[in-house]
Antibody, heavy 118, light 107 residues
Framework: QIQLVESGGGVVQPGRSLRLSCAASGFTFSSYAMHWVRQAPGRGLEWVALISYDGSHKYYADSVKGRFTISRDSSKNTLYLQMYSLRDEDTAMYYC???????????WGPGTLVTVSS | DIQMTQSPSSLSASVGDRVTITCRAS??????LNWYQQKPGKAPKVLIY???NLQSGVPSRFSGSGSGTDFTLTISSLQPEDFATYYC?????????FGQGTKVEIK
């Protein structure tokens, strides 16, 4: 069955970097665009980034543009989110999700928690 | 960027009630509107895509309608497992913005 599993979260100091991974299985990863979505504690969902199926197009929320980089490795069926210059307000659960038919986020991972704190 | 505004932010209802949640886009998004349900500690799951299409496995008591800028999610008869937070999201353009959420609580 289709599975997405995030990893790489943890506690990091402000200004430092962190890389999240999302391992995909159960579908042809190279055929689908992928997203990162985050949720700060007690808050709503915030869309973060999107990468096209072949990695040629990338889109970011204004709040992370210039600090975060989305990428993918189809040989490893893995999605990445490289996060630089982390801020307190980046503290959140980070989810990866598949861009399914008719542009809906149809499968989600369980999330990985990033805490930015000194 | 397209802003998505949901109302109400929260509501209290009883099992069996009919519940309606609205979502308004800051500009026309045609029918590119999805609804998600999220329970505490869990990832969101899609309920409805493209305004009115029920995702496979979602009970028929959920329905969606609307077009342009105004959309509605309706639960025809609220069940105990429906107490959750609901989000709309536009897929018309990037950034793929979400509404702020509507928490459905037990009365």
């Amino acid at each position: 069955q289709i599975q997405l599993v995030e990893s790489g979260g943890g506690v990091v100091q402000p200004g430092r970097s962190l890389r999240l991974s999302c391992a995909a299985s159960g579908f042809t990863f190279s055929s689908y665009a992928m997203h990162w979505v985050r949720q700060a504690p007690g808050r709503g969902l915030e869309w973060v980034a999107l990468i096209s199926y072949d990695g040629s197009h990338k889109y970011y929320a204004d709040s992370v543009k210039g600090r975060f980089t989305i990428s993918r490795d189809s040989s490893k069926n893995t999605l990445y989110l490289q996060m630089y210059s982390l801020r307190d307000e980046d503290t959140a659960m980070y989810y990866c999700a598949r861009d399914g038919e008719l542009l809906t986020l149809d499968y989600w991972g369980p999330g990985t928690l990033v805490t930015v704190s000194s | 960027d397209i802003q998505m505004t949901q109302s109400p932010s929260s509501l209290s209802a009883s099992v069996g009630d009919r519940v309606t949640i609205t979502c308004r886009a800051s500009q026309s998004i045609s029918s590119y509107l999805n609804w998600y349900q999220q329970k505490p500690g869990k990832a969101p799951k899609v309920l409805i895509y493209a305004t009115s299409n029920l995702q496979s496995g979602v009970p028929s008591r959920f329905s969606g309608s609307g077009s342009g800028t105004d959309f509605t999610l309706t639960i025809s008869s609220l069940q105990p497992e429906d107490f959750a937070t609901y989000y709309c999201q536009q897929s018309y353009s990037t950034p793929r913005t979400f509404g702020q959420g509507t928490k459905v609580e037990i009365k």
